[in-house]
């Protein structure tokens, strides 16, 4: 039989959008010894990732924890949890993971109604209240960051507009939380999806979720206990009404992160580790100079490519703090550039999706990632790469340009 | 703000039927920095860990990869995307986790038709045909090892009856893969379903499946292309037949792991790591010694308990080799007993489920915590408790009956 060598994966500067470099200390946090799932060590210690996880989502609410899976995993149970076949669902979409929740909206059974923005922009606030004016929807499902396109939708209006006409509001912040302001309670957000591998710089694998008792009373109202757990005499929920997915079922989730443990799954122990530690850190640090540190790194990225005389994509007012989207200068071969960036400098900047795909290049500065030395790196390879594909750059001028930015700071 | 301590879990010694103690060299392989999800080195190791897990499934199945998610993700997954609303399916239970494949299938619109077993025994394959032949289901599905009750189901006669009878056989084997021969070409299983916290000993997290020709022809016409993806004017699959999960969807998941690569989740970089560690020591080891060493260690901890005067659970004739359920003598507290384990020598065994919650312990020795210091404290620190709790044991005996079982392996 084949041998297979020693795990050596070569070291890598990540700059996509996801996922990005894992900070050393979660690293680390894997590879402590296990605890057992029912150890009283071990749920103390999921119980203070819940606890991290209400300040990291600026809320009160009581349910605040991780789904074992990735974020996609997180936005499922969420969706398949509280959407009932028939329900009607808006989803405004400005980009590809606007899709994914129509996508996924659709195969829970919900009438879904969509409005779309051009790709590169984002909506006004009164477009998503009219249409909900107008649809009379149960559910407003919406992306906060559009990784695919770099936007970022303003939320902060939504939350009341939905409370005033009883629609429940559900955002993806997997590309935001933990790098931007996600206020969950502020905003009136019913519940919120986050990721772990973009701004938390916790591996892909986990997908921590929140949501408030509007949520939680629509999801109890189709809650079933399961088989094998129940009493014989216990009679099922209505037919018709049941969470369509075990694994994804958040009566059931809440249960088992609740004091009483029901047994469902088997909490994915290391990953628990490597989230605890990542919110730990992310508390640590803080999430106000968090979110300015995301700011910083943007601003003297943004500046050394304008310097090197790239165009950015899309709306300047919409852009999101933590993905920089830039158009591939003509003539350029744009998967030309990102082997050359990986191979020779082991350096990785990610493409998009569907029609943008050829179209821009995509920076990531997330998390432990988005840092100086990452910026001041990626801004010399790329130049050195652009001129080797012969492409017209201001040669030398992005990192003194990035320099400057810095030196401000001081 | 409360401040969060390091992490510093305890040092426990894991004898569950899972998860149990993780081999350090995987602990260590979790430690690396991340590669991206598109990185070549990245997909390669995917590659590699897609061939470890046809030797350990012992198939030439082109597809043999894992979900992200717990086991119970896998198991859903697979009857998720095989089962369309209205296929009869045949589930024989003998114990707590056939419940729960009745549980999902259900939720996935089957049919389910169930024949039972008294907890303790499994079925005489005959039986099984016998069900299949009057009630005709598309679909049969199984536990190969119960943990709940230490037994394990012979499959040998049941792949090829099916295969007959045109029935798709799919088994959960999480409990058994890595421990204790799982032949999915021979038996000619269609699916099967493995664990990663038990004989493997890589955490919780991610869940290694196989299916054949059979079941992805099955899942084929039912393919939908996600929106987001797919061409404007390309036509969904036929309404009613679609998949209801995206998340745990097979026909998206190998698009994923094939040469295409077609974007569905990011896949969960660190836990991808420990599999591929994991599965590299099993065949280091190699399938036919290790499942050998399951074997001897089973013995020794069996000639220790009931050398201690300790009954066991269940048909002797149906042990899973790698649980061992013994029953709580009588008049003595079994959480007590548990809880001092792990209190004062931080062993963990298990209680279980249903009716046997407060009858049986459940000792697991899988992977990496079957092994012989393991099984010597285990043996010498129960007596201890049991005596502390006035049971009556023969002292001095259980260690010295497994030190015997070794001695005689020289």
Redesign the interface.
């Known amino acids: ?4 060598g020693d ?6 500067t ?1 700059m ?1 959008p ?2 990005v ?2 900070d ?1 200390r979660v ?11 029912f ?1 009283p ?2 749920t103390g ?1 999921m119980n ?1 990732t819940m ?2 996880l209400r ?1 990291l989502f600026q809320t009160h609410n009581q349910w605040a924890y991780p789904v ?6 997180g936005i ?1 149970a969420v969706l ?1 949890s509280v959407i009932e076949p028939g329900d009607k669902v808006l989803i405004p979409i400005y980009g ?5 929740l ?3 909206a ?3 059974g919900a009438e879904v109604v969509t409005i779309e923005k051009e790709w590169g922009q984002v909506f006004d606030p009164r477009e998503i209240i009219e249409a909900m004016d107008r649809e009379h929807p149960a559910i407003v499902a919406i992306v906060h960051g559009e990784t695919s396109t770099g936007r970022i939708q303003p939320l902060s209006e939504l939350g009341a507009a939905c409370r005033e006409r009883d629609i429940l509001l559900i955002v993806d912040a997997v590309a935001t939380i933990g790098g931007v302001e996600v206020k969950t309670d502020e905003w009136m957000l019913d519940a919120v999806i986050g990721g772990t ?1 973009k701004c938390l710089s916790v ?3 986990m997908s921590p979720i929140t949501y408030n008792d509007r949520i939680e009373a629509k999801v109890l109202r189709r809650k079933k206990i ?4 129940r009493d014989k005499s216990a009679s099922p929920a209505a037919p018709g009404r ?7 079922d958040l009566s059931q989730l809440q249960d088992y992160w609740s004091p009483a443990r029901l ?9 628990l ?2 989230l ?2 990542g919110l ?1 850190i992310a ?2 640090e803080g999430l106000e100079p968090r979110f300015r540190r995301h700011l910083l790194h943007e601003r003297a990225l943004v500046a050394g490519l304008a310097a090197m005389g790239l165009d950015f994509y899309g709306d300047p007012d919409c852009k999101m703090p933590v993905v920089t989207c830039i158009e591939i200068p003509a003539g350029i071969d744009g998967e030309s550039v990102r082997s050359m960036l ?1 191979e020779q400098f082991g350096i ?1 900047i990610a493409s998009s ?2 029609p943008l795909k050829g179209k821009i290049w995509r920076i990531g500065t997330m998390g432990y990632s988005c840092n100086k030395k990452n910026v001041l790196h990626l801004l010399g390879a790329l130049e050195a790469v652009l001129i080797r594909h012969r492409a017209d750059v201001h040669a030398g001028s992005a990192v003194q340009a990035a320099l400057d930015v810095y030196a401000d700071q001081l």
């Open positions: 039989m084949k041998t297979y795990l050596s994966p070569s070291p890598r990540i996509t996801g996922p470099e894992v050393p690293l680390r946090a894997m590879s402590f010894p296990i605890l057992g799932q150890d060590e071990f210690l203070e606890e991290m300040h074992d899976g990735t974020s996609r995993s499922e398949t590809r993971f606007g899709y994914l129509w996508e996924i659709e195969r829970c591998q591996p892909s694998g399961e088989r094998g757990l049941t969470i369509q997915s075990n694994y994804l047994n469902h799954h088997t909490e994915a122990t290391s990953m580790y490597a605890r530690e730990r508390l640590l990986l990785e999706f569907g």
